[in-house]
């Protein structure tokens, strides 16, 4: 019985030399302050569990990976997740893809607006994109009687 309660206290004993290093650990320290860095490693963690999902379902793993596009959606997913939480981790901080498609969208919905309003801007897309304008008199060749 000795055996038994020093193998259980040399247990305890490691495990609570791990706990101490966990504590002194800033990767851990990390993990544990920032929620965004939380939800990347959670959303990775959920879009690695559904494309193991999808792909054993029965069909082989190379017929699945290039037809099934929820399975290359959820492998994507589940990718840049570990990669937005593996720079988090480094330190730097990417920016949001949104910025950039904001712009853009401000951007069309500015220059729609202009060509509705302004006539000459019209005209002026128009023969950028048609070429210019030309005169055109038609005239006859045949005699009228």
């Known amino acids: 019985m000795a055996t038994k309660t020093t193998g259980a ?10 706990a101490a290093g966990a504590r002194e650990n800033p990767y851990v320290q990390r993990m544990i302050e920032d929620p965004e860095l939380r939800d990347n490693v959670r959303h990775a963690f959920d879009s690695a569990r559904d494309a193991y999902k ?18 290359q959606r959820d492998l994507r997913e589940a990718t840049d997740s570990l990669r937005e939480a593996a720079d988090q981790l480094r330190g730097k901080r990417r ?10 969208f401000l951007v ?5 607006v202009v060509l509705a309003v302004n006539e000459n801007a019209r005209k002026a897309l128009l023969d950028k994109v048609f070429g210019a304008e030309e005169e055109f008199e038609y005239s006859s060749t045949t005699s009228s009687s």
């Open 108 to 112: 069309v919905v500015g220059a729609a």
């Open 54 to 71: 999808r792909m054993s379902n029965g069909k082989p793993p190379a017929k699945a990976l290039l037809e099934d596009k929820k399975l």
């Open 9 to 18: 206290r040399g247990a305890a004993l490691k495990a609570g030399k791990a």
């Open 95 to 104: 920016r949001k893809r949104h910025r950039g498609r904001r712009l853009l």
